[in-house]
Nanobody, 127 residues
């Protein structure tokens, strides 16, 4: 049984930082690309970042480039998202997901490219 669990969300002031973590079990973690998504109520889930199975390739949404950094530790089956210079518009529920392959494909921002999802962790940025 595959389990994906996010942690590290919270309330932070604008300009601050948070580090999200995601642990996955029940799958061969380093077989899969991993992604971070976020969602605000009544809006579509938005792809934030993707990292290939080895960590060699990373991709970011334009809205977070230069501020967020995705990384992974395959020995610990853990994915990270370091978020710096946070803005109120970064407020959302953040989700971790395991891709269907080891690479972040051209459509990495599409939710159907991912098999397994966590329950999310809330990030709130106050102005």
């Amino acid at each position: 049984q595959v389990q994906v669990v996010e942690s590290g969300g919270g309330l932070v002031q604008a300009g601050g930082s948070l580090r999200l973590s995601c642990t996955a079990s029940g799958l061969t973690f380093d077989d899969y690309a991993m992604g971070w998504f976020r969602q605000v109520t009544e809006k579509e889930r938005e792809g934030v970042s993707c990292i290939s199975w080895s960590g060699a390739n990373t991709y970011y949404a334009d809205s977070v480039k230069g501020r967020f950094t995705i990384s992974r530790d395959n020995a610990k089956n853990t994915l990270y998202l370091q978020m710096n210079s946070l803005k109120p518009e970064d407020t959302a529920m953040y989700y971790c997901a395991a891709g269907r392959t080891g690479l972040c494909t051209v459509g990495w921002r599409n939710t159907f490219r991912y098999n397994y999802w966590g329950q999310g962790t809330q990030v709130t940025v106050s102005s």
